[in-house]
Every structure is written in C-alpha cells, then in structure tokens.
C-alpha cells in the first residue's frame, strides 16, 4: 500500500496516532525483512508487508519461532499492534530520515485529503471578516 493510499484509508484517530508514536518508522519498514519479538517471547521474521496507524503488522514469507520449539514457516501473517514487544529495525535503515520522510508523506495526505473542507471554511471566514471592516469603515 503506497503512502497517498494510506492516507486515504486511515482515520483522524489513526493518523493522531501514527504522528505521535514512532509507528511512522515502522511504516517505512514495509518491504523490508526484520524480526518482530511479541510479549509472549515468540519471534516472527519475514518481510513487512503493511503497517497500520494501530501498529498492527502484516508479514510474508514468516519464521515463527517459539521459545524451545520447532520452526514453523507461514506465507503470510498479521500481528496485532498489541502484542508486539520490539521489532528489529534493519541497519540499512536511517532512521531519522524514516520518520521524516513518513511524517512528510503523512501531512501532505492530510492536506490532500482531510482538511481541505477546513482550508476553504477558514478563507470563507476571512473574506466574511474583511467585509465585515470594509462596512464598518463606510460607515
């Protein structure tokens, strides 16, 4: 999913969250391989597919490792943002310029998409409020 689709999808509760947290460096992972651990010690690697605002990961070509067992392999799997406990950022990834460049891609969906309404009730105000002065001056 491109970052203009996921603009599109999201919600205002989704994207409140997406800026605030570090969930923006982990929409830069998708499709790369890393290493999700979950809260209850079993480890998950393949390649990230999709992130959400939730931080709710989706994942292909997986390795599911529980603590002294067999390895399990799957085609794909989706992992609830809640039960993630770290996930590994790869090292060829710089992660200042990550979130940068998702926060960036993020407002510019903003703008695209949900607060163009606000933009032209903001100008409508402004135009009320300059007329508004110029009657006042006439009289």
Known sequence: MSSEEFGKSITGHERASFERTLCCLLKDLEGHSTTVELRNE???TGKVDHVDGHMNVSMSNVVYEKPRQQLLKF?????HGKQIRFIHIPDQIN???AITRQLDANRHDARKYGTKKREDYIERKRVERQNIVKNLKRT
């Open 42 to 44: 079993i480890q998950i």
């Open 75 to 79: 085609s794909d799997i989706k992992i």
């Open 95 to 97: 992660m200042q310029k």
